[in-house]
């Protein structure tokens, strides 16, 4: 059976992915910070699909050595990762001149470097079989600088860049890598804002795209892939 590794897989578009990889009979290890929603999740997994291998496991994404930890135990329960999501990251909106100090470490460090280590981690495997996919959940503002993105544009900028880097190093390896780009998902990141949940992206068709896209013949690969709400772009000044 194949397997999915979900950082992130607690709510909003990695939970959404880890139902749809268990309910194509995948097995799912998925990772996140809060161990109470980790297991809410896994029992929901086991109860709608009883034959799949379920692991979740409590990580704190800012530490290199918690994520290599976590790696080894996935790699334990399964013979291989055969796609890997990188989908932990935060958001907190501010003006690079008015954010508080150490706000740029922190997106860093949960938005870019755990998705460079868990990736580190899971390689070598992938690169002795020559087969895998990652994917890395990116952002509009990946790309497009928005007013009052700060340190969190900064953050997944470099996320694309990182994406970038590793789709040519990759390539003799056969290890696809694909960046997803969304704008305003109906995620907790955008709680509270006063617009109905019809002007946003439903986590469930970034979930279904993803299912799509690992689906595609070995010789193909979607390199990056730009979603957007029919409606256009929100701006957050909050």
Request: glycine share 6%; charged share 20%.
């Amino acid at each position: 059976m194949s397997a999915i590794l979900i950082s992130g897989g607690t709510r909003g578009i990695g939970r959404a992915i880890a139902r749809q990889f268990a309910r194509n009979h995948w097995d799912v290890a998925i990772c996140g910070r809060n161990s109470r929603a980790l297991a809410e999740v896994a029992d929901q997994l086991r109860a709608i699909y009883p034959e799949g291998k379920f692991l979740a496991h409590a990580v704190d994404m800012r530490d290199p050595a918690a994520i290599r930890d976590f790696v080894k135990q996935v790699q334990q329960q399964y013979a291989a990762i055969d796609v890997l999501v990188n989908n932990a990251g935060i958001f907190e909106p501010g003006a690079v001149n008015q954010e508080p100090e150490g706000q740029l470490s922190r997106m860093l460090e949960v938005n870019l470097l755990s998705a460079y280590h868990l990736t580190r981690a899971i390689l070598p495997n992938m690169m002795t079989r020559k087969q895998g996919h990652i994917v890395n959940l990116c952002s509009t503002a990946s790309y497009k600088a928005y007013p009052n993105g700060g340190s969190y544009s900064i953050s997944k900028f470099a996320l694309l860049g990182f994406s970038r880097n590793l789709r040519e190093e990759l390539k003799p390896y056969r290890i696809k890598v694909t960046a997803i780009l969304p704008g305003p998902t109906l995620t907790d990141s955008w709680a509270g804002y006063p617009a109905p949940a019809e002007r946003f992206i439903p986590p469930d068709d970034i979930a279904s795209l993803i299912w799509q896209l690992t689906q595609l013949a070995p010789q193909t690969v979607v390199e990056e892939v730009l979603l957007r709400p029919m409606d256009g772009d929100i701006e957050s000044n909050t």
